[in-house]
């Protein structure tokens, strides 16, 4: 069963347990993938990957905009959105944490071939791709100029 399939399942299930929440998350989940699936060049499918990609996206959203109203002491709709980010994080493969983070970019610099802080764009191009879905753009970022650096 494809990710979006297990969306949809899942709403109906929301739907029974009256999980007003987690029902809330699913279909804005769902109103992304047909959105996805309906843009030109589609074809009326989405692939997991695509489907990953936009689950991050959402993910990161929901992040800045908790972050956001926690700062302007909003916490009831920083609540939602940490809620919802809940949800979504749930279809996402778990995140790696800093060591196993760093180990993989190691692996990634060593095979990119990358000596120096002129090929971060190569390594993160590459880093990226492979870590998608279980490591934030930023932290990414961070740890190659640091082991770049480092030579």
């Given amino acids: 069963m494809d990710l979006f399939d297990t969306i949809s399942t899942d709403i109906k299930a929301a739907m029974m347990a009256r999980d007003k929440v987690r029902l809330e998350a699913l279909r804005g989940i769902k109103k992304e993938f047909l959105e996805a699936k309906s843009a030109p060049g ?10 990953m990609k936009i689950l991050v996206k959402m993910a ?5 905009s908790a972050r956001i109203y926690s700062e302007q002491n909003r916490s009831d709709l920083a609540d939602s959105e940490l ?5 979504i994080e749930a279809y996402l ?3 790696l944490t800093p060591e196993e983070l760093d180990a993989e970019l190691r692996r990634i610099i060593a095979e990119t071939g990358a000596k120096g802080p002129a090929d ?3 390594v993160m191009g590459a880093a ?3 870590l998608a879905g279980r490591a934030d753009g930023r ?4 740890a190659v100029k640091t082991l770049l650096a480092q030579g």
């Avoid at 809620?83 to 949800?87: G, R, T």
């Avoid at 932290?139 to 961070?142: C, D, G």
Wanted: proline fraction near 3%.
């Fill in 42 to 51: 589609a074809g009326g499918e989405l692939s997991d990957d695509t489907a």
């Fill in 60 to 64: 990161k959203q929901r992040r800045e």
């Fill in 83 to 87: 809620a919802e980010l809940a949800v």
């Fill in 93 to 95: 493969p778990k995140a």
């Fill in 120 to 122: 971060m764009g190569r």
């Fill in 128 to 130: 990226t791709k492979a």
């Fill in 139 to 142: 932290a990414i970022s961070a």
